[in-house]
């Protein structure tokens, strides 16, 4: 069964994480919603390497993998942004449609969604 393993290997492990990860902010820089919060991070590559980096490293942690996350808290991260309802919805439907497009299974696709719902408080603080 899918599930005796650990969502890390379910996701496909590093390579498996990386690959998600990269879909993931090209599904943000497509959705109108949220692109223009995305945008300007695309066109700084060093920026956009860290934070491809160390939403790797947050993924592969919460989800049994091997990886040290270096990045910030979750709070702190995104302190001062704002962010709206509608946008939060946008950012995770984008989530749930890059793990299906990779065909993720559904028990899997539930367990990221818990993650992303679980730090929807510290996301979205003022």
């Known amino acids: 069964m899918a599930t005796e393993q650990s969502l890390f290997h379910r996701l496909g492990g590093s390579k498996g994480i990386a690959a998600l990860v990269d879909d993931i902010v090209v599904a943000h820089t ?16 060093a920026r956009l390497d860290v ?33 709206s309802p509608t946008e939060y919805m946008a950012v995770v439907d984008d989530i749930l449609g890059v793990l299906r497009k990779h065909q993720i299974d559904e028990q899997s696709q539930k367990d990221v969604l818990a993650i992303a719902w679980s730090l929807k408080g510290d996301i979205m603080h003022i």
């Not at 497509?30 to 590559?45: A, H, K, S, Y």
């Not at 491809?52 to 302190?79: I, N, V, W």
């Open 30 to 45: 497509e959705n109108p919603t949220i692109r223009v919060r995305f945008l300007p991070v695309v066109g700084d590559r």
């Open 51 to 83: 934070i491809k980096q160390h939403t790797c490293q947050f993924l592969e942690m919460g989800s049994g993998g091997p990886a040290k996350y270096e990045g910030r808290s979750m709070r702190d991260a995104h302190r001062g942004m704002n962010i």
